[in-house]
């Protein structure tokens, strides 16, 4: 079954430190996407891929890097965690003909 | 700005009930229309995609609409179950290309009590 596991599950991290959110899917998608959910709004998305070795900003890439190491793996990248990067992040793929398949998240909270 | 809103916000029902989800939007260009399911702490789950003009789908006990001319969704859920319980969040895609942007209602958030 088609799958896009995301670790860690949830994470405390110290301000100005490095905090790195992992994706993995074994679907065979190649679009893959980062997205934040803040409590009582809409999903917003940070950064995408739409193929191995490259990665394009979304709506909010500041603050975030991403790195597409294989077709499989996609992960997202805080150099400097900030107390306004806590949420709930979410991974997702897609091929061009198939749905959108997510991730159950990871939440991140920045003392 | 809030491109697509949701109403009610949250939304309490007994087993058994109907009940109606609205999602108004203001994205242009509106490609198509999806409703997600959101269980607590869980990733979300496609329920439907609506595409036309005017549209319709049907997925057991799921059905959508939407009119593209009004801008507005409805998602009609028939008979409630307690595994109902769940944050349903509409999401508007400006492309059919998997490129194109997807914008996300805040959701409503579904109890359906015994």
């Known amino acids: 079954e088609a799958a896009v596991t995301q670790s860690p599950r949830s994470k405390v991290a110290v301000t100005g430190g490095k905090v790195t959110l992992s994706c993995h899917q074994t679907n065979n998608h190649d679009y893959m996407y980062w997205y934040r959910q803040d409590t009582g709004h809409g999903l917003r998305l940070i950064h995408y891929?739409?193929?191995?070795?490259?990665?394009e900003k979304g709506d909010i890439p500041d603050g975030y890097k991403a790195s597409r190491p294989s077709q499989e793996n996609f992960s997202l990248i805080l150099e400097l965690a900030s107390l306004s990067q806590t949420a709930v992040y979410f991974c997702a793929s897609k091929t061009a003909n198939s749905d959108y398949t997510f991730g159950s998240g990871t939440r991140l909270l920045v003392i | 700005k809030t491109q697509v809103e949701q109403s009610p916000q949250s939304l309490v029902v007994r087993q058994g009930e109907n009940c109606v989800l609205q999602?108004?939007?203001?994205?242009?260009?509106?490609?198509?229309l999806r409703w997600f399911k959101q269980d607590t702490g869980k990733g979300l789950v496609s329920l439907t995609v609506l595409v036309d003009q005017k549209d319709k789908t049907s997925n057991g006990r799921y059905s959508a609409t939407l009119d593209k001319d009004a801008k507005h969704s409805t998602l009609h859920i028939t008979a409630t179950l307690l595994d109902d319980t769940a944050t349903y969040i509409c999401v508007v895609g400006d492309r059919g290309s998997a490129l194109g942007r997807l914008h996300f209602g805040a959701g409503t958030q579904l109890i359906v009590i015994p």
């Open positions: 891929s739409y193929v191995a070795d490259s990665t």
């Open positions: 999602c108004n939007y203001s994205v242009t260009p509106d490609n198509h």
